[in-house]
T-cell receptor
Framework: NAGVTQTPKFRILKIGQSMTLQCTQDMNHNYMYWYRQDPGMGLKLIYYSVGAGITDKGEVPNGYNVSRSTTEDFPLRLELAAPSQTSVYFC????????????FGQGTRLTVV | GENVEQHPSTLSVQEGDSAVIKCTYSDSASNYFPWYKQELGKRPQLIIDIRSNVGEKKDQRIAVTLNKTAKHFSLHITETQPEDSAVYFCAASKDSGAGSYQLTFGKGTKLSVIP
């Protein structure tokens, strides 16, 4: 049972480049989330999804896009990367609406130079 | 929206002593309060949570208390061990209304347990 899997683990982007952070879960969870974690800070919600075909903005959605075509996958798209998007990104999933026993992926460390 | 304040930002304790981390929240509609432990370079892991219909919850050496009136909740770790050293995050969420299902995190407390 893999849980929540994120790829890649590390990435360096140049300003203006685009990339997709992949997230997949094998627990049949309806709820999935993308968070970013800046140094010395808590996690801030970027986007979340309550089921396939449904996505909604979180606290810091600007500069990102998501899609949820299947229950398993919840990719995060960065368009026109900026230095302010340098962060560690965590994908998470949960079985219930209020996180419950939420499972986090191992994180993607992104640097924009 | 919800705002979660967490104190202290750093905490050092001697092995065997107790550690207490406190959080306050602003939205009285919040009703779910989890605590996460994050070791260096690792993912956050849920260690304990509490819902608003309960005042206290224990799991071995860790416990969480909730005061709904004052809108604050605390994590208590007893008989601390070096492996308890990590960053601890509190969070708050609600299951209805605007912003529901979203976790708002505190900024974290770096706990160091000195052998």
């Amino acid at each position: 049972n893999a849980g929540v899997t994120q790829t890649p683990k590390f990435r360096i982007l140049k300003i203006g480049q685009s990339m997709t952070l992949q997230c997949t879960q094998d627990m049949n969870h309806n709820y999935m989330y993308w968070y970013r974690q800046d140094p010395g800070m808590g996690l801030k919600l970027i986007y979340y999804s309550v089921g396939a075909g449904i996505t909604d903005k979180g606290e810091v959605p600007n500069g990102y896009n998501v899609s949820r075509s299947t229950t398993e996958d919840f990719p995060l798209r960065l368009e026109l990367a900026a230095p302010s998007q340098t962060s560690v990104y965590f994908c998470a999933s949960s079985s219930g609406p209020v996180m419950g026993w939420a499972f986090f992926g191992q994180g993607t460390r992104l640097t924009v130079v | 929206g919800e705002n979660v304040e967490q104190h202290p930002s750093t905490l050092s304790v001697q092995e065997g002593d107790s550690a207490v981390i406190k959080c306050t929240y602003s939205d009285s509609a919040s009703n779910y309060f989890p605590w996460y432990k994050q070791e260096l370079g690792k993912r956050p892991q849920l260690i304990i949570d509490i819902r608003s219909n309960v005042g206290e919850k224990k799991d071995q050496r860790i416990a969480v208390t909730l005061n709904k009136t004052a809108k604050h909740f605390s994590l208590h770790i007893t008989e601390t061990q070096p492996e308890d050293s990590a960053v601890y995050f509190c969070a708050a969420s609600k299951d209805s209304g605007a912003g529901s299902y979203q976790l708002t995190f505190g900024k974290g407390t770096k706990l160091s347990v000195i052998p």
